[in-house]
């Protein structure tokens, strides 16, 4: 079915990829996605932390990422936010020993540090993309996040654990965070708890798994995931659906990971 996709015309296309991520945008998935941590907490300060952090180590072994998501959960006493506003120096040498691939114990501690300041300073995470939200660009206001966010003390290696669109990254993992805290949880997948910020506004968390499915469909020409890519596959996504057009990366994930022969 998905091969023959390739051919179908713009309205057959959509009414293909509707089916698709109405089928996966379900919590039968949730068990194997990284989003189950945050489904851990009902506070929203507690969802927005963990979420974050889970989604800054989100690449590689899907199966890692989870194992090493417990771990940041277990680290922060199964209290998120008060970790994050009441920590110690003593509290923050709790967490050198944590590692995902290239982010370490000392990243995790300057991103509680810096999360701190964005809520002591800022008023959270939320607040700070609200605030800097140009023109319904929310790629700049994650420009905008990023310089806030390290404005704190760090090291230079840790400014690469964040993308930034404006030096032409696709910043796939907080474009999913974004996706994650704004989207309705209508079907019991995304959280919807920032109510500041448009579902219409989200990009599409894009790899290299949904960049291939993408390209398949005839939704993307350009071969590098990169910002440009995103604004390709953006414009048509919002096409078939100006209002929520980042449904569609339930499709595309859903087609890659559980489809892949077809693809």
């Given at each position: 079915m998905a091969k023959s996709s390739l051919k179908l015309k713009k309205s057959e296309l959509k009414e293909f990829l509707d089916e698709k991520a109405a089928y996966y945008e379900n919590p039968k998935f949730i068990g194997t996605d990284?989003?189950?941590?945050p489904h851990q907490f009902s506070k929203k300060e507690d969802i927005e932390i963990i979420g974050f952090l889970v989604a800054t180590i989100a690449w590689g072994n899907r199966k890692s990422i989870i194992t090493n998501s417990n771990k940041l959960v277990e680290l922060l006493e199964n209290n998120p936010y008060d970790f994050v506003i009441n920590h110690s120096a003593e509290d923050l040498n709790t967490l050198q020993h944590f590692v995902h691939r290239t982010f370490n114990g000392e990243d995790l501690a300057t991103f509680i540090v810096a999360l701190k300041h964005i809520y002591s300073k800022y008023n959270?995470?939320?607040?700070?993309f609200h605030k800097n939200l140009e023109q319904g660009d929310l790629q700049l206001a994650i420009h905008h996040f990023k310089k806030r966010f390290f404005e704190v003390e760090h090291l230079p290696r840790t400014r690469k654990h964040m993308s930034d669109p404006l030096k032409k990254s696709a910043a796939k993992r907080i474009n999913m965070f974004l996706r994650w805290m704004v989207r309705p949880a209508d079907a019991g997948v995304d959280f919807g708890i920032w109510k500041s910020l448009s579902p219409a506004l989200l990009s599409c968390p894009l790899d290299v798994h949904s960049g291939r499915v993408a390209r398949q469909l005839g939704l993307l020409k350009r071969k590098q995931n990169d910002a440009?890519?995103?604004?390709?596959?953006?414009?048509n996504l919002r096409r078939f659906d100006p209002k929520d057009p980042v449904k569609y990366d339930f499709a595309l994930f859903g087609l890659s990971a559980f489809e892949k022969e077809l693809f």
């Open positions: 990284p989003i189950q941590i959270g995470l939320e607040a700070v440009t890519a995103l604004a390709e596959l953006d414009k």
